[in-house]
């Protein structure tokens, strides 16, 4: 297979756009290749927009153009003709239109299932990130909130991935504060033995950690005593200490089980682990002149805030701006990071805001912000439940996690039964099967909105076999692995031997959403906007389908070209599955 470039298609087009820049107008500088997806299909697949910008740049200079058009038609002759392109023509005001080759768009789809879906790996500008993501806090039940995060955060971590950074997936977990002296106090006197027990005697820890603020609030003396207790675990103490810890395993030991089963990886770098740094770095940002007092804490103020980012408070202690600080100084200095994520609720919107203005002030980061190092706060909207409020059981409790977890799962198995296929597969089979279409469900349903909006929590929506859900997604694909299966043939077979080739005017716009597949990864990963490629996926299963409507595959003369082409984007949707964190299915 001859080369076919790397990058994202339009990565490609935008090298080809560059050398026509220079060739068309050598002397003006900074021009960056401005490529769109053409905005009528119909003109052609890509649009080249700068003949407008050059123009202005260079009108009334003696220019060798007569207008914005005639730019437009330099550019279209400068632009080098190689085998992508088929037609490159000029609109209106000069905006270059190209069509891509269909032997080109042949290539690259053999390219794919050749090479496997890598070669199409679009090339981003860093190579380090940090995502710092789900997070949630110790002794608490893990609440939707932590579970959008999580699910939005696992995703981008899949994209980044996918495009070669090396990410560090974060889990900053609130394993810090205050409130451990009472969890600590209340430990003692409820598990006097609690060194000898086992996690599982603690027990549900939110309840454990309702009845400590509940004892804490009503009796003074253990109020004190847990007060106390607090210094004596920031003093180091070793009884202290060890009893913290076994709260975090304990807590550690129910978040790992929703991440095995949410198939997330993440490295717990809680609050504490920056808590040795924090000192050093409140001395720098002092002697930066940054800090100043106000009503006897220590803080930076931030323009475009009211408030200022307390970084030392009143009694002297440290708090979770502090850490933030911290965290960050670290990420840059010793993790290198080139790129910080950070995945919360909006509500958090103003301390990010805050953190990241005290960075620049500091020089941390750069005012700048196309320029590297970067932070950038991924904020979400709330889950809402069918009344429109807050997502809240019916006893107005948080929604536990697990609970969800498991509805979603059996409402699935539900609908397997109901399809018939209890008798047909093992049992092992139909628990995979359940598992990867409630579990699917749960995140596509969270993943496919902007992450910006609230979304509403509905699980009769989002197991819909027909709308815009995972559900209907893995039966479209394991459709198409079912036309491969009952053709008969060995689709590994046919990858060497076999020609695609794209005739019907379906199986061509087919091809070419197919190697767009790059270019969406990267738009998503760039906005930090996972629904971007939700909807890519979406747009490709009615592609498939009207492909499938108009054109015949098992028994047609262009059956082996057309089944390269089922594989293609059997291969496509999988991979959209692997980054959205959803497990494909081959039979369903
Ligand atoms: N533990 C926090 C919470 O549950 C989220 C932490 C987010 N990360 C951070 N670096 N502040 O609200």
Redesign the pocket.
Known sequence: LEDVGVGSVRQQVVNLVREALAATVPDVEGLEPQVAQCGNPKNGDYQCNNAMGIWSKIKGQGAPFKNPNAVGQALAANIPRTSVTERVSVAGPGFVNISLSDRWIEKKLHQLLSQGVGAWAPKLSYKRVVV?FS???IAKEMHV??LR?TIIGDSLCRMLEYCGVDVLRRN???DWGTQFGMLIEYLFEEFPNWEEIGDQAVGDLQDFYKRAKIKFDVDAAFKDKAQKAVVLLQGGDPNYRAAWKKICDVSRKSFDQVYKRLNVTLEEKGESSYNEYIPRVVKELEEKGLVEDSEGARVIIVPGQNIPLILVKRDGGFN?AS??MT?MWYRLNEEKAEVMI????VG?NQ??DMVFKAAKRAGWLPANESELPRARHVGFGLVLGEDGKRFRTRSSEVVRLVDLLDEARDRSKQGLVERGREGEWSAEELEEACQALGYGAVKYADLKNNRLTNYTFNFDQMLDIRGNTAVYLLYAHARICSIIRKSGKDIEDLKPTGKLQLQHPSERALGLQLIRFGEFVEDAATDLLPNVLCEYLYTLSGMFTDFYTNCKVVGSEEEVSRLLLCEATAVIMRECFKLLGIKPLYRL
């Open positions: 710092d997070s949630p806090n909130g932590h995060s900053h977990v609130g979770y850490t933030d965290a950070y995945v919360t609720d958090q301390h990010f």
